[in-house]
């Protein structure tokens, strides 16, 4: 059956927040420290946050900041935790700010092609507050933000979601991502054909993560579609 739709994760994916193996930007949760507060203790707290953080139970991010400083009995004013906020959307915004162009090209020829493409992303407000000024925004039919509709991956749910908004069956689809949140089983599960996009993986970790189909570059990809 001929691929009617692509659907892609984003955060390394089409961009990457990390650049020689480092972050592009310090994240912005370094202003725990100081605070009085070990950046262990945060992390712990905000790793058991998780799911709700991406399916939208928090309605932004300084609502998840505010109950983990009251949780550690932490009192905190709300001019800080602005301040918090404002330092996450700028380092979110960075890997934004420079996409890489063999994925804007090979986004520009699958529309070409005839398909559409579709974003579904676990993700918060304040992770994709440029959404709309970046240069990917374009290419895209749709995009399913998690925090948006009060679900995420790998639940079968966003993906069936996702297929309904393109007017598309899972058989007739690809999903690519970078396998993180189990997106690529959760593809797999609803029967979407998954691929494991590794180009912005260290190559001694992308080996390691899924036994699903790899694309080592984006120009594999359109290769898949052209045949």
Known sequence: MAVKAVFFDLFETLISE???????????????????????????EWSERQEKRMDGTYSDFPSVLKEIFTC????VSNETI??????????KSIPFSRIDVGILDMLEQ????????????????????????????????DVIFSYAVKMA???????????????????????????????LQGAAKVGMV?????????PFKSEKITDFPKLSKPSELLTLLRA
């Open 18 to 44: 990390f650049e020689n193996g480092k972050r592009k930007a310090q994240r912005s949760t370094h202003f725990v420290e100081q605070l009085g507060i070990e950046s262990k203790v945060f992390d712990k």
């Open 72 to 75: 550690l009995g932490h009192e």
């Open 82 to 91: 602005n301040t918090i906020h404002t330092e996450r959307v700028k380092s």
């Open 110 to 141: 699958i529309k070409a092609l005839g398909v559409k493409i579709c974003l579904i992303s676990n993700c918060t407000p304040e992770e994709v507050s440029v959404w709309e000024s970046c240069l990917l925004a374009k290419y895209f039919d």
């Open 153 to 183: 991956k790998p639940s079968s749910e966003i993906y069936h979601l996702a297929c309904k908004r393109m007017d598309v069956s899972p058989s007739e689809s690809l999903f690519v991502g970078d396998g993180g949140s189990n997106e």
């Open 194 to 202: 998954p691929y494991h996009a590794t180009w912005f993986i260290p």
